[in-house]
């Protein structure tokens, strides 16, 4: 099973941009659909961005679509699950988390997500 590590997370501006990268170990994410997750103090855990692994489709959240991008880097030795965002602002504060899953009924529910990373912190102020 993987063991999950985000990074990349940090205080930006509104406006600003964050790369998060999941790095993953373990297990090769070839074999796993993979997400980027968040959760705001008092709200629940939402799906932010998600990838299969069968076709490479994509799922963006509502709130997210046009400001972010989802990709994974499964070469030798990377294994690495990033998440471009651009144009934050505060309601994109979160803590965000990478999880894999091995076959989500729906592609972005945490709910179908089995493995977890301890999560990073995005906070987006001026």
């Known amino acids: 099973q993987p063991q999950l590590v985000e990074s990349g997370g940090g205080l930006v501006q509104p406006g600003g941009t964050l790369r998060l990268s999941c790095a993953a170990s373990?297990?090769?994410?070839?074999?796993?659909?993979m997400g980027w997750f968040r959760q705001a103090p008092g709200k629940e855990r939402e799906g932010v961005s998600c990838?299969?692994?069968?076709?490479?489709?994509?799922?963006?959240a509502d709130s997210v679509r046009g400001r972010v991008t989802i990709w994974r880097d499964n070469a030798k030795n990377k294994n690495i699950l990033y998440l471009q965002m651009n144009g934050l602002n505060a309601e994109d504060t979160a803590i965000y988390y990478c999880a894999a899953a091995v076959v989500p009924r729906r592609l972005c529910d945490p709910n179908e997500y089995d493995y977890w990373g301890q999560g990073t912190q995005v906070s987006v102020s001026s």
């Open positions: 373990g297990s090769n994410l070839d074999y796993y659909y």
């Open positions: 990838i299969s692994n069968a076709d490479g489709s994509k799922y963006y």
